[in-house]
């Protein structure tokens, strides 16, 4: 099953998802105005939580030509293998990103050594991409637990993709790499995001999580944890879910 978000797009989005939709399994989860990636990616989750099975796999990928779906195979395969969460990641041997200049890289850089180092995370080098295959137990628990907060900071830009990693790490999540090429030279739009807007939720996350009194860190670690389904339970094999973003034009 795919899963669309078509967030307010003000092009031929609509009309080409609905010829799609009569060739492929498509459900379209569409906003009248363009809400941001927060919201967005809020309301994708929790559809594809409830259209789940536990052992099913949700990939979350962009649509705008940056993510080749190619890379979907290796994350699925790293969910396979025991991880409950899979990345795809320049930061691994073979990984890379293609048109992006010099100054964009740094910042990208600078953003990912920061959040390592507020953010620790076993076994993730990549915190901004939001190419990433999940466990659909895992999402399904998180939402369960975390309720309308497992998106807390949907106003804040791209913080979400960041704060989805810190939350599931919270419960106990594991997690793992494939190398990966981000394909910007393919992108045909401009970026949507404002690095100001951005960086400022990162600032906010940081308080959020380490605040000494009920801060993310003290309120959920511990009291947050996944329990893995048992394999053995599952009827079936599993399947996959993707879903997929496409932001306003």
């Given at each position: 099953?795919i899963?669309?978000?078509?967030?307010?797009?003000?092009?031929?989005?609509?009309?080409?998802l609905?010829?799609?939709?009569?060739?492929?399994?498509?459900?379209?989860?569409t906003?009248?105005?363009?809400?941001?990636?927060?919201?967005?990616a809020?309301?994708?989750?929790?559809?594809?939580?409830?259209v789940?099975?536990?052992?099913d796999?949700i990939?979350?990928?962009?649509?705008?030509d940056?993510?080749e779906?190619?890379?979907?195979?290796?994350?699925?395969k790293m969910?396979?293998?025991?991880f409950?969460?899979?990345?795809?990641?320049?930061?691994?041997?073979?990984?890379?990103?293609?048109?992006?200049?010099?100054?964009?890289?740094?910042?990208?850089?600078?953003?990912?050594?920061?959040?390592?180092?507020?953010?620790?995370?076993?076994?993730?080098?990549?915190?901004?991409?939001?190419f990433?295959?999940?466990?659909?137990?895992?999402?399904?628990?998180?939402?369960?637990?975390y309720?309308?907060?497992?998106?807390?900071?949907k106003?804040?830009?791209?913080?979400?993709?960041?704060?989805?990693?810190?939350k599931?790490?919270?419960m106990?999540?594991?997690?793992a790499?494939?190398p990966?090429?981000?394909?910007y030279?393919?992108?045909?739009s401009t970026?949507?995001?404002?690095?100001?807007?951005?960086t400022l939720?990162?600032?906010?996350?940081?308080?959020?999580?380490?605040?000494?009194?009920h801060?993310?860190r003290?309120?959920?670690?511990n009291?947050?944890t996944?329990?893995?389904?048992?394999?053995?339970?599952g009827?079936a094999?599993?399947g996959?879910?993707d879903?997929?973003?496409?932001k306003?034009?």
């Amino acid at each position: 099953m795919i899963i669309v978000g078509n967030d307010g797009s003000r092009d031929q989005t609509a009309a080409i998802l609905e010829e799609y939709k009569r060739k492929y399994p498509l459900y379209v989860v569409t906003q009248k105005r363009n809400r941001g990636l927060g919201e967005t990616a809020r309301d994708l989750f929790e559809y594809a939580a409830e259209v789940c099975r536990p052992d099913d796999v949700i990939v979350r990928m962009d649509c705008d030509d940056t993510h080749e779906p190619k890379h979907i195979f290796d994350l699925v395969k790293m969910i396979d293998e025991g991880f409950d969460v899979a990345i795809a990641s320049r930061f691994q041997p073979g990984g890379g990103q293609l048109g992006v200049n010099r100054y964009r890289a740094f910042i990208s850089w600078c953003a990912n050594w920061f959040m390592k180092v507020v953010f620790p995370v076993r076994g993730v080098r990549e915190y901004s991409c939001g190419f990433r295959a999940y466990r659909a137990s895992l999402i399904q628990q998180a939402i369960e637990t975390y309720g309308n907060q497992f998106i807390q900071l949907k106003g804040l830009g791209f913080t979400c993709t960041l704060e989805k990693l810190v939350k599931l790490n919270l419960m106990g999540a594991r997690f793992a790499e494939v190398p990966f090429v981000l394909r910007y030279d393919n992108k045909l739009s401009t970026s949507k995001m404002v690095s100001s807007i951005t960086t400022l939720g990162y600032l906010v996350m940081a308080i959020c999580y380490h605040w000494p009194w009920h801060g993310w860190r003290s309120l959920y670690k511990n009291k947050v944890t996944y329990v893995r389904p048992d394999a053995s339970a599952g009827n079936a094999a599993p399947g996959a879910v993707d879903v997929a973003l496409k932001k306003s034009a």
